[in-house]
């Protein structure tokens, strides 16, 4: 069922509404309202109201954030970003095997590229949002996920180019080429591209010692304008304010305006020291 932008914001304020309430609840008891809001958030609110109903006080939080940090975070995280990439090769196995020919719709090649590139993007969007959600709900181990979810934004932008390329042009590099040249949202798409590589490169822990961390830490500020390129590639290609583009934009607005301002507040302090 495709939504309209302005039932997608209703479904989303309805959302948000609910897992604040059960954010309350977990403030009532003492818990974690910032983690409560988060699990209500992905998990549907009724799961978060579950859980903030099972769990007895702070000690009994701690004792499961601890365990679930250390046993379950990363393999979850895992099957979480293979699960597009298995859903999609479901497709063209059902499609291949005419089980269900028409589930991509009669253009197969055009719905692939597309989706990959909604997953990249969405997953990127995932990977801006690790360290609004630290610092909101405290919970730092969540950092330690945001490399592997960034190197999978890496991983289905790749196959988005490749399958543009190689589905759409037939491998022709010279067909690319000149796309780039005449469509200014290739042109954006690929640099976007570009600008992942290095980051993508540089995302292990010999990278971070060999190149120092204030280093390594300027240089995937990339992240940053890869990721405006990225959403204006998409929002270019759709050609209509509508949709889930839009709605990409839109997160990536609320996520840049909240660094800007955690930026600004960090610039007052030493200012309101000195005075």
């Known amino acids: 069922m495709d939504l309209s932008l302005p039932q997608t914001l209703w479904l989303a304020a309805g ?6 309430g059960v954010s309350y609840l977990a403030a009532r008891k003492s818990l974690n309202h910032g983690l409560a809001f988060l699990t209500s958030m992905l998990a ?7 859980i903030v109903g099972l769990v007895k006080d702070r000690t009994s ?3 499961i954030l601890r365990s679930f940090a250390k046993t379950w975070m990363k393999p979850l995280t895992l099957i979480a970003l293979i699960a597009p990439f298995a859903y999609l090769a479901f497709l063209w196995t059902m499609m291949l095997t005419n089980t269900e020919p028409y589930i991509m719709g009669f253009n197969p090649v055009q719905w692939t590229h597309r989706y990959l590139g909604d997953t990249a993007i969405r997953v990127l969007l995932v990977t801006l949002a690790i360290s609004p959600i630290r610092d909101m709900t405290g919970w730092a181990p969540i950092a330690l996920i945001r490399r592997r979810i960034g190197l999978a934004a890496f991983f289905y932008a790749f196959l988005h180019m490749l399958a543009y390329l190689g589905l759409d042009r037939n491998w022709s590099l010279q067909l690319l080429w000149e796309d780039i040249v005449v469509r200014t949202y290739i042109m954006l798409g690929m640099a ?16 971070i010692r060999r190149m ?16 405006i390129l990225a959403v204006a590639h998409n929002l270019l290609m759709v050609k209509i304010i509508d949709g889930d583009p ?3 934009a839109v997160i990536l607005a609320v996520l840049l305006l909240w660094r800007l301002g955690r930026w600004g507040l960090k610039r007052l302090k030493p200012a309101e020291a000195a005075a």
């Open 246 to 248: 839009t709605i990409h």
């Open 61 to 63: 939080e701690a004792a």
């Open 212 to 227: 120092g961390r204030k280093a390594w830490e300027r240089l995937h500020w990339l992240i940053y304008p890869l990721a």
């Open 44 to 50: 549907t609110p009724v799961v978060g109201a579950v």
């Open 192 to 207: 976007a591209l570009t600008l992942m590589i290095p980051l993508a490169v540089t995302s292990t822990n010999g990278m």
């Open 15 to 20: 959302w948000t509404a609910l897992s604040l």
